[in-house]
């Protein structure tokens, strides 16, 4: 077989391969290692000393990166991707100590950045997503959740999975689908909350799927918002039109979107700081996804944590995300999140980067093709110019990638320059 680029050696190869893990080498990693890409996928993965003579090399591509540490490419599974505007004066009102729902209670919240989302243009919309998907490409993120959620309107829905589609086709970056039009419930609708219900189950969700804009459906259920019943109903009705499910749950109170999201063996379940003890069994038996956002909870200045700590001991599959939106977490550094779940749920460096890559590839629905430099994986690696992979995690975002791939081809990584917030 003839080889179209071929790495080696690698000095530090991350593979996160079931071939290569073990009690002493969780992440699968070799020195001296090579991977032989054809297309865009990866044909080989091993030793450099034993590449196998069937593979012709004669007119490949190689990359001598011995210097180097390459990891598959990150995935960011969990972000709103698409809104205009910002919401810099809500940091101030949490300051003095409003909590978020006496924010959203006041008209902030969800709900101004839908009013300030409505102003901006499709064109307006697709610009800041490009200059967005650009930044986090820079970072060797190389495949991105997205949600809707920011129009609360039949149309404002579709405009922003149409734009999320435009994205997904002309950036080198891959971007997964999500509906969110149950985010909250719009200033329209607070006097006949059922009436946005019946509109999202009977509009909205048929026009999503004929059009074929989504993969996922999410809901937030929460006090205040959406309780278990109706979320149940909505998800219920988005897995019968043959969307998979997302649940944001147990952010800021037990709320019992977690048992709920195990119950209907959602993807995943999302945020979960007051996740509780007893609901984490039922994860494990169903394979949903925690996916956890630090960067929330810490901008939402919150005391509470998730079980961590137990969802790994039971061997729940744990995922780290920017939850990248106007609000509670403007931040779309996954290098940054890493470092602070690190920090915040004490955790090595192995987790953190099983965090972001294979178990985010099963957030996201792709743990046959990434999350892993294995043969049969789509190409999609972060070569980083360092000696010891954990400082990819350890340090503040200050160490970037020299270079990216993604399906098989060297990314351009032009530094964004332009801001990646409005002031509508």
Not at 8 to 31: K, Y
Not at 247 to 264: I, K, P, Y
Not at 401 to 420: D, F, H, N, T, Y
């Amino acid at each position: 077989m003839k080889i179209d680029r071929a790495l080696a050696p690698v000095g530090t190869l991350v593979t996160l391969s079931d071939r290569f893990e073990g009690d002493e080498n969780p992440l699968g990693i070799l020195s001296k290692g090579a991977v032989l890409i054809k297309d865009d996928e990866i044909v080989w993965v091993g030793k450099q000393d034993d590449v196998p003579s069937e593979f012709d090399l004669s007119e490949a591509d190689i990359q001598d990166l011995s210097e180097d540490t390459v990891f598959p490419g990150f995935i960011d599974c969990h972000t709103h991707l698409v809104f205009g505007g910002s919401r810099a004066n809500e940091f101030d009102m949490r300051v003095r100590g409003d909590s978020y729902l006496e924010i959203l209670q006041a008209g902030g919240g969800i709900n101004a950045t839908v009013r300030m989302t409505r102003e901006a243009s499709f064109d307006e919309l697709y610009d800041l997503g490009m200059r967005r998907l650009d930044a986090m490409l820079r970072e060797g993120v190389t495949t991105v959740e997205a949600k809707s959620g920011y129009g609360l309107t039949l149309e404002g829905e579709l405009r922003l999975l149409e734009v999320i589609q435009a994205l997904n086709r002309d950036h080198v970056v891959d971007v997964v689908p999500t509906f969110l039009g149950a985010h909250t419930i719009p200033e329209t609708f607070k006097t006949n909350p059922r009436e946005y219900v019946d509109l999202v189950i009977h509009e909205m969700l048929p026009a999503v799927v004929e059009r074929g804009l989504a993969e996922f459906c999410d809901i937030f259920c929460e006090e205040g918002v959406y309780d278990v019943e109706t979320s149940r109903e909505i998800l219920e009705a988005a897995r019968g039109r043959g969307l998979k499910l997302k649940v944001h749950a147990d952010q800021l109170t037990a709320s019992g979107g977690g048992r709920l999201a195990a119950e209907l063996r959602a993807t995943s379940a999302e945020h979960l700081e007051y996740l509780r003890e007893e609901d984490i069994p039922a994860f494990k038996e169903a394979g949903t996804v925690a996916v956890l956002l630090p960067i929330a909870a810490m901008y939402l200045m919150m005391e509470k944590v998730p079980p961590v700590k137990s969802l790994l001991e039971q061997g729940v599959p744990v995922a780290f995300a920017t939850d990248f939106n106007p609000g509670s977490a403007p931040c779309l550094s996954l290098l940054t999140t890493m470092t602070m779940a690190a920090i915040l749920y004490r955790l090595p460096s192995d987790e953190v980067l099983r965090g972001v890559t294979v178990h985010a590839a099963r957030a996201v629905g792709r743990e046959a093709r990434l999350g892993k430099v294995e043969a049969g994986f789509q190409a999609d690696l972060a070569v980083f110019s360092v000696g010891d992979h954990r400082l990819v995690v350890t340090t503040f975002g200050g160490i970037l990638p020299s270079r990216v791939m993604k399906r098989g081809r060297w990314a351009s990584l032009s530094a964004p320059c332009e801001p990646i917030m409005t002031t509508l």
